[in-house]
Every structure is written in C-alpha cells, then in structure tokens.
C-alpha cells in the first residue's frame, strides 16, 4: 500500500441498540428478532477511486432495482431481502435473492475495500456495566464474561438484570445457584465436562471475588467499539486514523465517539452515498447469517429435564445449511474472497469476548473454500458435511492467532 495513498471509510450498521434499558423484567433488546449482538461494518477506499465505485454501485443497483420491482430513485437496503430467507443460510436462498448475493459479492470483490468489522455482544457489553472492578486478570475476566453472557443467551437470564436494581446481591447468589445445579444435574455427561468447569469457574468468582455491582436501569450503548476498531485495524495495517476521513450513515453528530479521532467525519444518508449501501448490504448480511446460525433447531440446548443421550448429542449444524447447489457452493467461496481472503488482519474484526456467532460464521466461509471444488464437494452428503464442519471450526478454535499487541496500548497513542 502506497503511504500517498488516501482513504475514505463508509459506516453503517446493523441490529442497533442505542441505550440499555430494563422494561417488563428485561433487556429491551432481549426480544425473538434480536441477535443479540450489535454489527458494525466500515469500507475502506482510495479517495481517488470513489466517484468510480459510486458510479460501480449505482450501475450495479440499478440492474437489481428493476428485479425487485422498485422504482429508479427508492433506496435499495440490506432489509429488502428479508431475514426469513436466510433460515438455513445462503442454501435458502432462492431465485433472484441467490444471484443478487452473488453479483453482491463478485462486485466487493472488485471494489476490494479494506473491511473493518466490530461485532460487540449486547448482554456481555451489560454485564460489564453491571459487574465491575473485578480485579482477576484479563484473561479470566474476559473468560468469566464469555460465559456468563453465554449462559444467559442459551438459558436465559431469569429477570437478572431486573432482580439487580432491587436485590444486587440477591440476584448474584440466584445466578451462581443456577449454575450449580445445572452443574450437578449434568455431571458426567462427556459434551458438557467443558461448559461445566466454565460454570464452576464463574460460580468461584461470584461467591469469593469482590467486585461491585451497579443496577443499569437506562444507560447509552458504549458506541466507542466502534471508532476503535477501526483505530486498531488502521494501526496494523500501518495507516494513522489522522490520515482517513470517515463518512456515517446518519445525522450530523449521531456519535460523539468519532469526535476528534479521524483526520474528518461527516454524516450522511445512505440513500444519498452509494458507498454507505455497501456497507449496510455488509452489515445486513452479516447479522442475518449470524442469526440464522445462532437459532439453528440442531443447535439449540435441550431443556433441563431431557433425557442424558440428548443432552450429550452434539450440536451439530443441520445439515439443510449444506444441501447446496454449485451456485449456492460458488457464492461462500465468493464471500470467503471478499470477507476474509482479501482482510486477513488480526484486526478486521473486533469483538466482545462472546462472538461465537461471528467465529462460526467466518468458518462457514472457510470450510466451503476448504473444498477445491464442487465435484468433490459432491462426494460428502449434507450430514457428513455437517459433522466434518464441527470438526473444521473445532480446529479452528484451537488455531486462533495470539492478539499481536495489547490494545488499550495501542489505542492510546492516538488519544486527542
């Protein structure tokens, strides 16, 4: 990358909560449509290159505008194509939603954007708000954060966040009593002997660390995460924020965050900025296949009184998500190229601790580029794919780079 060279990041995002706030016993974000997980998408582009790529995008637009039957001025955004079609992933997508990602993709491709992705996890982000001061190392702290955010996601938090603006500690002993009894009742079972330690580890902190604990009955998202992450990716890729402007999709001053932290940030609407659409075409797309990933039926933990055999069936992805035709199998190779063939930075994506979702669908992308070819994708049945993909994000897990630097470090050289 040439230093002469300046960029443009375009932001816009997805599944957006902008306060936190406890109604009818909790979260408001804590419905059935919710991710729980809020999606940030930044695109990067030579500043000489972006009357070309608006031109790009807006030519590309225009040909699926007339497909789906709206009008030359109406604003064509990730919501068009709607969150029920990603039921299984891109195998259920049908007809023109199934090319219009493939053209989708092949276009990124070309634009080749820098991507910059932060992905902030809504109940982990309100337990830290609610937790503090733990005083454990990072380590453990982001351990015991993963899995209690995890564990409310699976199981569900049983009015925590309620019970904590009336009875704090009360609510605490609730939760580690909680944890033990699922503890006890699934002993011995081989898939859960990891989640169960976890467990037992958050049940030590809870009754033998002393931390403070704050009731968050209305308090702003932390937007922050998201000027840092690009601040981190632009660091490693050896850019200075100084250097880029940054454009947001929304009205002029929507994060104070981004004040002071680029060389210049402006506001927009994406109905106005062609290059603002890809990003939430990003964004949609990301937090849509997520989702679908995160309520697969196959993934869900059995109820509490299931049969032992149950509960120790792995969670395997069913195996609808890989019944693909060779377009279906051409379009994650597509996304694989554009997502992470062409971003490998440790720092294209920022998370949370608790990001399974995100992981699981990078490896998705992975698994399919692992495959040379349809032919010999071919030769596996959807159920074998399913269990061989465990096996490959397993292997994945274990093969996860080290952070290069610690970021708070990092951040903090380009404090105004």
């Keep these: 990358?040439?230093?002469?060279?300046?960029?443009?990041?375009?932001?816009?995002?997805?599944?957006?909560?902008?306060?936190?706030?406890?109604?009818?016993?909790?979260?408001?974000?804590?419905?059935?449509?919710?991710?729980?997980?809020?999606?940030?998408?930044?695109?990067?582009?030579?500043?000489?290159?972006?009357?070309q790529f608006r031109e790009s995008v807006e030519s590309f637009e225009m040909i699926w505008k007339t497909k789906?039957?709206?009008?030359?001025?109406?604003?064509?955004?990730?919501?068009?194509?709607?969150?029920?079609?990603?039921?299984?992933?891109?195998?259920?997508?049908?007809g023109n939603n199934r090319k219009f990602y493939n053209d989708l993709m092949s276009l990124i491709t070309e634009l080749n954007p820098?991507?910059?992705?932060?992905?902030?996890?809504?109940?982990?982000?309100?337990?830290?708000?609610?937790?503090?001061?733990?005083?454990?190392?990072?380590?453990?702290?982001?351990?015991?954060?993963?899995?209690?955010?995890?564990?409310?996601?699976?199981?569900?938090?049983n009015g925590f966040f309620d019970k904590v603006r009336k009875y704090p500690e009360e609510a605490l002993f609730d939760v580690a009593e909680r944890l033990k009894r699922m503890i006890k009742r699934d002993a011995g079972i081989p898939r859960l002997e990891h989640r169960n330690a976890a467990f037992g580890d958050v049940v030590r902190i809870i009754e033998q660390v002393t931390f403070d604990i704050t009731s968050v009955d209305y308090s702003n998202y932390p937007f922050i995460v998201l000027p840092d992450a690009?601040?981190?990716?632009?660091?490693?890729?050896?850019?200075?924020?100084?250097?880029?402007?940054?454009?947001?999709?929304?009205?002029?001053?929507?994060?104070?965050?981004?004040?002071?932290?680029?060389?210049?940030?402006?506001?927009?609407?994406?109905?106005?900025e062609p290059l603002i659409r890809i990003s939430d075409h990003l964004a949609g797309l990301i937090s849509r296949m997520c989702y679908a990933l995160r309520n697969d039926p196959n993934r869900c933990e059995p109820e509490p009184n299931a049969s032992r055999e149950e509960k120790n069936r792995l969670r395997l992805l069913s195996p609808k998500w890989f019944d693909v035709k060779e377009d279906t199998f051409t379009l994650y190779r597509q996304a694989y190229v554009a997502l992470v063939q062409n971003n490998q930075h440790y720092w294209t994506t920022m998370t949370t601790a608790f990001s399974d979702d995100l992981f699981y669908f990078i490896t998705l992308l992975m698994y399919f580029e692992s495959i040379e070819n349809y032919e010999d994708y071919l030769k596996r049945t959807p159920a074998e794919h399913s269990r061989m993909f465990e096996n490959f994000s397993v292997h994945c897990t274990k093969n996860i780079p080290e952070r290069p630097d610690d970021p708070t470090k990092i951040l903090a050289k380009y404090e105004n």
Excluded: W
């Design 68 to 94: 789906y039957n709206l009008k030359p001025d109406q604003e064509f955004k990730s919501t068009n194509i709607r969150k029920n079609n990603f039921e299984y992933g891109f195998a259920s997508l049908k």
């Design 230 to 272: 690009l601040v981190l990716l632009l660091d490693e890729i050896g850019m200075s924020p100084f250097d880029v402007d940054v454009v947001i999709d929304g009205e002029e001053g929507l994060y104070s965050c981004f004040d002071g932290r680029f060389r210049k940030v402006t506001y927009a609407d994406s109905k106005d």
């Design 114 to 157: 820098i991507i910059s992705i932060s992905f902030s996890n809504k109940f982990e982000i309100l337990l830290r708000e609610t937790i503090k001061n733990l005083r454990i190392g990072q380590e453990r702290e982001n351990d015991f954060f993963y899995t209690l955010a995890k564990f409310f996601s699976l199981y569900g938090h």
């Design 1 to 51: 990358m040439s230093e002469k060279t300046e960029y443009v990041f375009y932001f816009d995002e997805s599944q957006k909560t902008d306060v936190f706030q406890i109604r009818d016993g909790k979260p408001t974000f804590d419905t059935l449509d919710d991710l729980h997980s809020f999606v940030g998408v930044f695109c990067g582009y030579p500043i000489d290159k972006v009357e």
